[in-house]
């Protein structure tokens, strides 16, 4: 019944900002990490910012210096402030949870449906 519900996507010009937004609805999970994901066409999806529990963050190395990942991981919160943006950004946008554990399932991922970013002029 949790879910992961994207916002803040949409069409911007490049050198353009986005702040995209992550919130479960219909309980709090008990993570370990949340995160971004993004899925360009024809692409792999890959990850493009992580923050844990303790607060510690992971940039893909296209996005550093460019994109900053925050928020509230006991409160299943969190946000993706993207700055001059470039067309290569274009992507579907996911957030994702994760779980971790020292028994089996070792690792529980949730997935938000993905908001979409599209940086053209």
């Known amino acids: 019944q949790v879910q992961l519900v994207e916002s803040g996507g949409g069409l911007v010009q490049p050198g353009g900002s986005l702040k995209l937004s992550c919130a479960a609805s219909?309980?709090?999970?008990?993570?370990?990490?949340m995160g971004w994901y993004r899925q360009a066409p024809g692409k792999q999806r890959e990850l493009a910012a992580v923050?844990?529990?303790?607060?510690?963050?992971t940039y893909a190395d296209p996005v550093k210096g460019r994109f900053t990942i925050s928020g509230d991981i006991a409160k299943n919160t969190v946000y993706l402030q993207m700055n001059s943006l470039k067309p290569e950004d274009t992507a579907v946008y996911f957030c994702?949870?994760?779980?971790?554990?020292?028994?089996?399932?070792?690792?529980?991922?949730?997935w938000g449906q993905g908001t979409q970013v599209t940086v053209s002029s």
């Open positions: 219909g309980g709090i999970l008990d993570l370990n990490a």
């Open positions: 923050i844990t529990r303790g607060g510690a963050t």
């Open positions: 994702n949870a994760v779980i971790f554990r020292t028994t089996r399932p070792y690792r529980t991922d949730y």
